[in-house]
């Protein structure tokens, strides 16, 4: 990781409530959650918080489903494995 990327990473810990490094955590903070069902990061419940930071900080291949629309969220280590965008509903049926 580049000296670059790394103060790039941590200014942006600053503003937001997704916390972590690595291309996943970085696109999770960058998408426009306000436009979801979801809306902004900062108004999501705590253990929808905890969880994707949780994920996110992990090494080990992780993924989440939330609420009724199975909202998806995952880490590197899952990213080559999935074929669904972040944030891409799912059927629940």
Do not use: C
Request: proline share 4%; hydrophobic share 35%; no cysteine.
């Amino acid at each position: 990781m580049s000296s670059n990327r790394k103060s790039s990473s941590a200014s942006s810990n600053r503003s937001s409530p997704i916390i972590g490094s690595g291309d996943m955590a970085d696109l999770t903070r960058a998408f426009h959650w306000k436009g979801t069902v979801l809306g902004a990061a900062e108004t999501w419940p705590d253990t929808l918080l905890t969880t994707v930071n949780l994920l996110l900080a992990s090494r080990h291949p992780m993924f989440l489903w939330w609420g009724r629309d199975l909202i998806q969220f995952y880490n590197d280590g899952y990213r080559p494995r999935q074929s669904v965008a972040l944030s891409e509903r799912t059927s629940a049926e």
